[in-house]
């Protein structure tokens, strides 16, 4: 999964083979390494770069897809999708984890590029 992670950010243009920069992916809710788990959210970014973004990992077994933060109603039912069949609990808890993130980080950035 790794290596899909950062093929995704070569063709998006925000590394390129040549450069050291790395990527993370890290659950949503607890911060675990992508891979520990067969199905969940992470956040996937590069690392040192400050200007790069942010994207959503959804992880069920093999399958994948990768979303940005823009639109909040299509990530709210890919958790949906995602958690089908588990307990109202567990799919609180992403939804709640999924909105953390969306207000902290997607928000917060849009919020301070319209100062600058």
């Known amino acids: ?3 899909v992670v950062r093929n995704f950010f070569i063709a998006k243009g ?3 083979d040549e450069n050291k920069l790395d990527t993370a992916a890290y659950d949503i809710c607890d911060g675990t390494d992508i891979g520990t788990k067969e199905k969940g959210i992470y956040v996937i970014r590069t690392v ?3 200007d790069g973004n942010d994207y959503l990992f959804f992880k069920n077994g093999a399958d994948f ?3 940005d933060f ?3 109603q299509l990530l709210t039912n ?3 999708d995602l958690y089908k069949g588990q307990t109202a ?3 609180y808890n992403q939804l709640e984890c999924l909105l953390k993130w969306y207000k902290e980080t997607y928000l917060f950035k849009i919020k301070n590029k319209k100062k600058v």
Do not use: G, H, N
């Open 1 to 3: 999964m790794k290596a």
């Open 14 to 16: 925000e590394i390129d």
């Open 48 to 50: 040192y770069r400050t």
């Open 78 to 80: 890919k958790t949906f």
């Open 89 to 91: 609990e567990e799919i």
């Open 65 to 67: 897809e990768i979303l």
């Open 70 to 72: 823009k639109d909040l």
